[in-house]
């Protein structure tokens, strides 16, 4: 069974950082491109970054260009993704998803979520 | 950027009704798009991919059509476990896009 499990989120204030990670498991991880996808509270879905199997490719919506970093350590099934110089405006659920084995761009499966706040 | 138009944002049908969602993108993506299902507090799951293709454990109620621009998605015969937000999404290039979601209710 595919497993994703995000940890990571919290509390921030305005500027600062936080590193999220997802651990998968009951599949190749190396195999599959990932992705990340947020969700504000109340709010529909936003494609936030993916990252190819080898991290040879990597896209990020523009609003967070420059400021989060999408990686992975195959070795351990990990997903994560550095973000930096937080704003209000990155509050949100953010979901670690895979994606389809074609690499195609729809997520086959998705992470329970973990909660990022950014408040003063 | 693909901009994704759901219609309607909010539809109230009962129990065993046929509905259908409409999701237009603002330049042809080919069949390149998905429908997901999400319930409140939860994790999106995929219903459709590839405009029509019926992911692999989804009730056969569930049906997608179209490419190009203009997409459905169907339910023959709503359920109660059918109530929730749906959301299309294109994945022809990036940036991926999704469209604001259809929040689906009870009459």
């Known amino acids: 069974e595919v497993q994703l499990v995000e940890s990571g989120g919290g509390l921030v204030q305005p500027g600062g950082s936080l590193r999220l990670s997802c651990a998968a498991s009951?599949?190749?991880?190396?195999?599959?491109?990932m992705s990340w996808v947020r969700q504000a509270p109340g709010k529909g879905l936003e494609w936030v970054a993916n990252?190819?199997?080898?991290?040879?490719?990597?896209y990020y919506v523009e609003s967070v260009k420059g400021r989060f970093t999408i990686s992975r350590d195959n070795a351990k099934n990990s997903l994560y993704l550095q973000m930096n110089s937080l704003r209000a405006e990155d509050t949100a659920v953010y979901y670690c998803?895979?994606?389809?084995?074609?690499?195609?761009?729809?997520?086959?499966?998705w992470g329970q979520g973990t909660l990022v706040t950014v408040s003063s | 950027d693909i901009q994704m138009t759901q219609s309607p944002s909010t539809l109230s049908a009962s129990v065993g009704d046929r509905v259908t969602i409409t999701c237009r993108a603002s330049?042809?993506?080919?069949?390149?798009l998905a429908w997901y299902q999400q319930k409140p507090g939860k994790a999106p799951k995929l219903l459709i991919y590839?405009?029509?293709s019926l992911e692999s454990g989804v009730p056969s109620r569930f049906s997608g059509s179209g490419s190009g621009t203009e997409f459905t998605l169907t339910i023959s015969s709503l359920q109660p476990d059918d109530f929730a937000t749906y959301y299309c999404?294109?994945?022809?290039?990036?940036?991926?896009?999704f469209g604001q979601g259809t929040r689906l209710e009870i009459k």
């Open positions: 009951g599949f190749t991880f190396s195999s599959y491109w």
């Open positions: 998803a895979r994606v389809d084995y074609d690499g195609s761009g729809y997520c086959d499966s």
């Open positions: 990252i190819k199997q080898d991290e040879g490719k990597v």
């Open positions: 330049q042809s993506i080919s069949s390149w």
């Open positions: 999404q294109q994945y022809n290039g990036y940036p991926i896009t």
């Open positions: 590839k405009a029509s």
